[in-house]
Nanobody, 127 residues
Framework: VQLQASGGGLVQPGGSLRLSCTTSGFTWDRYAIGWFRQAPGKAREGVSGISPVDGRTYYAESVKGRFTISADNATNTVYLQMNSLKPEDTAVYYC?????????????????????WGKGTQVTVSS
């Protein structure tokens, strides 16, 4: 199982970025996939989760209405569209997958239970 996050960068407040999580080595049938982030000096937190099979999505309150998670079953890629970015969104963003967890676990835990992780991508929101 492999996951690779990409798409991070430097953006001004109010700007947008789209993160991609390319996955391989597993089928999505039973998996929950999610995005987590960790800012310097802070604990990791869940951002958004998705069940690629049925499209159910979940969001942390801090990003609801600004971020959108989606899944492309043809390319096995999960996206995180981030709009109206704020300085407090600055963090390393990670994607993770697990065959046993419900995707809501992404926003209710720090992700320790997720089995598979990709390397992170840095998002910096600054003027």
């Amino acid at each position: 199982v492999q996951l690779q996050a990409s798409g991070g960068g430097l953006v001004q407040p109010g700007g947008s970025l789209r993160l991609s999580c390319t996955t391989s080595g597993f089928t999505w049938d039973r998996y929950a996939i999610g995005w987590f982030r960790q800012a310097p000096g802070k604990a990791r937190e869940g951002v958004s989760g998705i069940s690629p099979v049925d499209g159910r999505t979940y969001y942390a309150e801090s990003v609801k209405g600004r971020f959108t998670i989606s899944a492309d079953n043809a390319t096995n890629t999960v996206y995180l569209q981030m709009n109206s970015l704020k300085p407090e969104d600055t963090a390393v963003y990670y994607c993770a997958a697990d065959p046993h967890l419900h995707p809501i676990v992404v926003i209710t835990t720090n992700g320790n239970a997720f089995e598979h992780w990709g390397k992170g991508t840095q998002v910096t929101v600054s003027s």
